[in-house]
């Protein structure tokens, strides 16, 4: 029974994860008759107001390295994320671990000078 039990909680994950990415209805064309993106940030929407606000704007900067590419775009996000999760977990860790072994030695010190 169990062992049926961590089927049916894997195939849920499955489809929890997998079906909203298989219904999300395409979008249409946008306005400038380039084909819309499913998952698109929101940066060319930013862009798009700003130019509308005030068409003569010019960027302060420019950007270091542009990707070729927005797959290679959502790989460096995603990488930034992975490694911003990792640090994360790290230090939440260390902390968690920090906290257990200092109540620890407590314990060990109020135990051994309760006896004495």
Known sequence: MNRRQNWLVVMAIV?????PLWL???????????PGEVFG???????QVISEIA??????FKP???PASSEI?????????AIGAGLMGYWLGVSV??????????RDESGTSGAD
């Not at 489809?15 to 079906?19: C, D």
């Open 64 to 66: 270091i390295l542009e």
């Open 41 to 47: 940030g929101a940066d060319g929407k930013a862009q």
């Open 15 to 19: 489809l929890i994860t997998a079906l």
């Open 55 to 60: 068409p003569d704007y010019r960027p302060w």
């Open 97 to 106: 671990t920090r906290d257990k072994m200092r109540k620890q030695a407590d």
């Open 73 to 81: 775009a959502s790989l460096l996000f995603a990488l930034q994320a």
């Open 24 to 34: 999300v209805p395409k979008p249409g064309d946008t306005p400038n008759g380039q």
